[in-house]
């Protein structure tokens, strides 16, 4: 009896070891939603991290603008816009009760973005240089040559106006020029991509690459100068 209480004892405790190898689904769970928990915990202070770097960069870009330009500026974020299409537009998280209104210039650091075009007390619609209406009045950065800046379709831009004759070549840098209604002077177009002697035409074809990515757009800045509006009105019933 004794020997076989030993052996029922020895198959037991083999009986429980084997077994307590065998995972709780219980506590499985528990350990999945308790490792879950922790992941979204992580995700949040990864995020609130990343939300706090923007936030800086944009202060950075802020201050730096600033420096750079003699007209005060209002930051938006760019929560809606349109690319592809015959008038492109974006929509901004900021309006009147920013004080942005019709005809201000939007920019980013690296040029000019458009015009805005309408507002409410929260949101702001802004024309973009890829709308057939759009219409700058830029010039040659090195040269002085002027002419108007518009968008006849595709990535690139092109300049209106410029005779054969004028200093004008691959590679210049276009800025907005005092002729413009709208925009503040100096503040950067793009870059001539391309210039093209046209047959039977005392102009030139001027092809431009914006410096703006539009497809990449997320913030702006808003330069809160204030366009004579009987000018623009004028100006835009005779430039077409």
């Known amino acids: 009896m004794h020997a076989v209480r030993q ?28 490792q879950q928990n922790i992941n979204i915990k992580l995700s949040k202070e990864v995020n609130a991290l990343r939300s706090a770097q923007l936030e800086n960069a944009e202060l950075r870009r802020l ?7 003699s007209f005060n500026v209002v930051a938006a974020e760019v929560i809606g816009k349109s690319i592809h299409l015959a008038r492109n537009t974006i929509t901004l998280n900021s309006g009147e009760n920013n004080g942005i209104q019709r005809n201000m210039p939007v920019l980013t650091e690296e040029g000019l973005v458009g015009r805005v075009i309408a507002t409410s007390e929260r949101f702001a619609i802004a024309q973009i240089l890829f709308h057939r209406d759009c219409r700058v009045s830029a010039m040659v950065e090195r040269s002085g040559v002027s002419g108007i800046v518009a968008w006849e379709g595709g990535l690139n831009l092109v300049m209106k106006n410029v005779v054969k004759s004028l200093d004008i070549k691959t590679g210049d840098r276009i800025v907005t020029s005092e002729y413009s209604s709208v925009y503040p002077k100096n503040i950067e177009v793009g870059i ?11 102009f030139k074809q001027v092809v431009i690459t914006p410096s703006v990515d539009f497809s990449g757009l997320q913030r702006v800045f808003v330069a809160t100068v204030v366009a004579d509006t009987e000018r623009v009105r004028l100006e835009q019933t005779v430039v077409k």
């Open 7 to 34: 052996f029922a004892l020895a198959s037991v405790g083999t009986l429980q070891e084997f077994f307590s190898f065998i995972p709780n689904p219980i506590t499985l769970q528990q350990e999945r939603d308790k």
């Open 63 to 69: 201050l730096e603008l600033k420096e750079n330009v």
């Open 192 to 202: 001539v991509a391309s210039t093209t002697e046209l047959p039977q035409s005392i």
